[in-house]
């Protein structure tokens, strides 16, 4: 995927944040991810963000923690639900700053699971 297709899907800022915040390998998964999401790939797109989440990539994290809590009632058969995996995820994005992971662990009331 080009970069001008990179940043029609995730926008500048968010480009150059990840860029500057992460190892490019994880930021690369990332992006290609936020593609395949973009085009209703969903399992391809977990695929990716499961990649960049293991390198430390804090949106990959958070995204592949609420594709995989909410499984298969969003994401359609291809994404099979998976709570503790998706809480140990959201607990990672959480832990270095990610406010949508914080809100999200409690809204589901698993911050203490």
Known sequence: MSIQNNLRHVG????LAMLTSGSF?????????VAEQ??????HA???FLVAANEGNQRAQRQAGLML???ERVYGIEVKQNRPLAIQLL???ASSG??????MLTKHQLAGL
């Open 12 to 15: 500048v800022a968010s480009l």
């Open 25 to 33: 390998a994880a930021t690369d998964a990332y992006l290609e991810g």
């Open 38 to 43: 973009t085009d209703y790939r969903y399992a």
């Open 46 to 48: 977990l695929e990716k």
């Open 69 to 71: 809590l909410y499984g």
């Open 91 to 93: 607990r990672q994005a």
């Open 98 to 103: 990610c406010e949508v992971s914080q809100h």
